[in-house]
């Protein structure tokens, strides 16, 4: 006859235990019956777990993902973890736990890029975890992270720069590490811009926008920061919104070369003569010929147009469509590719001598900015050039 007592185990930790393979387990938004089920299979394997209950690994598997719960309001606000008292966790794990808390998947990313961070988007998880592969837990997960940091960048940088550098502001507010703020100053920069992705950039992956956002962000918001490495020249970024006097520059620039007779005549002429010292292949050059005048005013009316959101949206997907994909049908190759765009950057400084009639400080700022836009172009154009029309 049953005594109807049961044995009742209390298992106390301080500081709190978490289990790092469980952790990953719970992010990647996996059901605790398969965390389980993988840690019953790797500890069986080691020598020091021969003859522990798989019961008792499960039941760990569960108190952990118990834990995961209550710890995760602090996980997505990292600042109330100095507040509370409630748990009692290392500081280093603490800082472990928030790192992979906010952390994210390439994949997910490119699904973000182009796109409004808008609760309907948030309804359609389902569709984003089937395209990318990743368990629908782990893209709400990342997809409220992302909306948390964007809130604060956007709250924080919508009519004037940060007091503080981007990045800096979000160690400081989200705890994370240095490295993984870049990144969400990249994803940023991109989500708030929503870049066209659907028309001429498809082939394009993460890593390509990321690389779109370090090249821009350091030469289009900025006073042209320069730094020893891609990350220090990040660390310095104020804002993430276009620097109003580099698009102020670019539309005086293209109102100037419009309105003067011949002048970007010469631009091409100039670009024409240059290339002709060095370029052995006359069909090629003939070819060429016949489009500089055509890249420099698209790149003279993408300048001035940066202002107008749409027209920065499209404008790295126009520059594919009208100047690389016209130089590929051609069979330019990456070198020549590189000759033309480094030319039409080096001969305006020539064309620059000839605004006579306007101050020096003037004259100097419009160039400054031509060659912040044109070089940031050029950076671009050839990090793609060697997949367009693939």
Known sequence: MSSGKEDLWVFISDPL???????????NGHPVSKTSQYLID????????????????????????????????YLASPLSFEKHNFFHVDPSVVSELIERYFDFDSGFMREMVGRRLSNKLRDHMDDISERTRLEEGSCLRQFDNLRRVYKKVISLNHVHPSSLPVAQMLQTNFRISSKLARRYVRV???????????????????????????????????????GQTADSELDQIFSIHLHPKLISKLRDLKT????????????????????????EDQKKLKEVEHRIYSFLKLLLNTGAALSQPKQFRDFLSNAVEFIAEPCKRIELTYTEMEDVLTEIETCFHTIAESFTQMPDRHRQQLQDSWLRYAEGMRLLILHVYDRVGE
């Open 17 to 27: 235990h978490v289990d790092m393979k469980c952790f990953q387990f719970w992010l």
């Open 42 to 73: 790797t500890y069986s394997k080691q020598q020091a777990f021969q003859g522990v209950d798989p019961d008792d690994i499960g039941r760990e598997a569960n108190d952990q993902y118990r834990t995961f719960h209550l710890l995760e309001p």
């Open 188 to 226: 940023i920069f991109l989500v708030y811009h929503r870049f066209e992705v659907k028309k001429k950039l498809q082939f394009m992956t993460f890593a390509d926008f990321e690389f779109l956002a370090e090249t821009l962000l350091p030469r289009w918001t900025a006073q042209h920061v320069r």
């Open 256 to 279: 100037l070369m419009s309105s003067t007779h011949n002048l970007v005549n010469d631009y091409a002429t100039l670009v024409r003569q240059k290339l002709g010292k060095t370029w």
